[in-house]
């Protein structure tokens, strides 16, 4: 059973700090995803890796940075938090297949950050 | 642009009725189409994953079908239960963005006992 496991459910954080999202999958999976989710908006990719110390921007990545050093850990980091990056923030894994663009993509709980 | 549309965005049923769920995408070059559900506050959970060559997919209650030449796919869930009463997303990965999904905004299902 594939298993994507985020840090924190529910983060508070002062405008200002620096953010560290953890997630972790235990399937040995190659491709990681960062994405935030917010009412109208809905799913938003901030960044996406698809090997260890390989990334890729997403369609949002401004204000995130992403560390990926080990290929089981990904990283999201809020350089300095912003009131505007409060919302929803998910990870998810999938399998690289070649030819087939990647399979079943698996989500993490979320963590729900707040910035005061 | 390559999107992906789910209409309506919300919908009500009583218990016990079938129903199903639409999905369009604006490209028919994908690799596979996912459906998740969302429950409020929580993650997705995978429920059916299409890959391109195939026309449907089955899981208990639950089963997608894709069409790409008409670019929609379906998912029709069987004697709802107030169980099923959640936010129900499709995922597509379009050849041109391997790897990377693109979801469409949902459909908020409430199945009233």
């Known amino acids: 059973d594939v298993k994507v496991t985020q840090s924190s459910r529910y983060l508070v954080k002062r405008t200002g700090e620096k953010v560290f999202l953890e997630c972790v999958q235990d399937m040995d999976h190659e491709n990681m995803f960062w994405y935030r989710q917010d009412p109208g908006l809905g799913l938003r990719l901030i960044y996406f890796?698809?090997?260890?110390?390989?990334?890729e921007k997403g369609d949002i990545p401004e204000g995130y940075s992403v560390s990926r050093e080990k290929k089981e850990r990904f990283s999201l980091i809020l350089e300095s938090a912003s009131t505007n990056q409060t919302s929803m923030y998910l990870c998810?894994?999938?399998?690289?297949?070649?030819?087939?663009?990647?399979?079943?993509?698996?989500f993490g709980q979320g963590t729900r950050l707040t910035v005061v | 642009k390559q999107e992906v549309t789910q209409i309506p965005a919300a919908l009500s049923v009583p218990e016990g009725e079938n129903l199903v769920l639409n999905c369009s995408f604006t490209d028919s070059a994908i690799y596979n189409l996912q459906w998740f559900r969302q429950d409020p506050g929580k993650g997705l959970t995978s429920l059916l994953l299409?890959?391109?060559?195939?026309r449907e997919q089955t899981s208990g209650r639950l089963n997608a079908s894709l069409d790409k030449s008409s670019g929609r796919s379906t998912l029709y869930i069987a004697a709802s239960q107030p169980g099923d009463s959640a936010t129900y997303l499709c995922a597509v990965i379009y050849l041109t963005n391997a790897g990377k999904s693109t979801f469409g905004d949902g459909t908020t299902l409430t199945v009233k006992p």
């Open positions: 890796s698809y090997d260890v110390k390989m990334k």
């Open positions: 299409i890959q391109s060559s195939q």
């Open positions: 998810a894994s999938s399998l690289y297949s070649l030819g087939r663009g990647g399979t079943e993509a698996f």
